[in-house]
């Protein structure tokens, strides 16, 4: 049986470990795996330390959760099964100026306003 590579990176580099690869580790990178894989506070450890995004305007920068981000990774950790009631496609992220189309469905007229229109119209 051939030797296959599994997916590599920059020159050259493994971006998956081999299985039964030995791995030495630094002190320091001992610790911030012993942080990371601590059962109650390592999730959030994790996220906060090497979890990025990318911002249209900051560039690349370290991830903070919201409050509820935080509060679904607890329950996902926490609970074998786990069902989180949350709609799709509900302008979670959008801003109040997004420009949207609405088509009226008896007339088929189409009206272009921005999400925050939309909001106001609906809450009169």
Do not use: W
Not at 15 to 39: G, I, Y
Not at 101 to 111: D, F, S, W, Y
């Amino acid at each position: 049986m051939a030797n296959k590579k599994g997916p590599q990176g920059p020159r050259g580099v493994d971006l998956v470990k081999r299985p039964h690869q030995v791995e030495t580790f630094t002190s320091d990178e001992f610790e911030e795996l012993r942080k990371c894989a601590d059962p109650v506070t390592g999730p959030m450890y994790f996220m906060r330390n090497y979890f990025y995004i990318q911002h249209p305007t900051k560039g690349r920068m370290l991830f903070e959760p919201f409050p509820y981000q935080i509060d679904l990774v607890d329950a996902y950790h926490n609970n074998r099964f786990c069902v989180a009631m949350l709609s799709r496609q509900t302008g979670k992220c959008l801003d109040i100026n997004t420009p949207i189309r609405l088509r009226n469905k008896k007339t088929g007229e189409i009206i272009e306003m921005t999400i925050g229109e939309f909001y106001e119209q609906q809450s009169k």
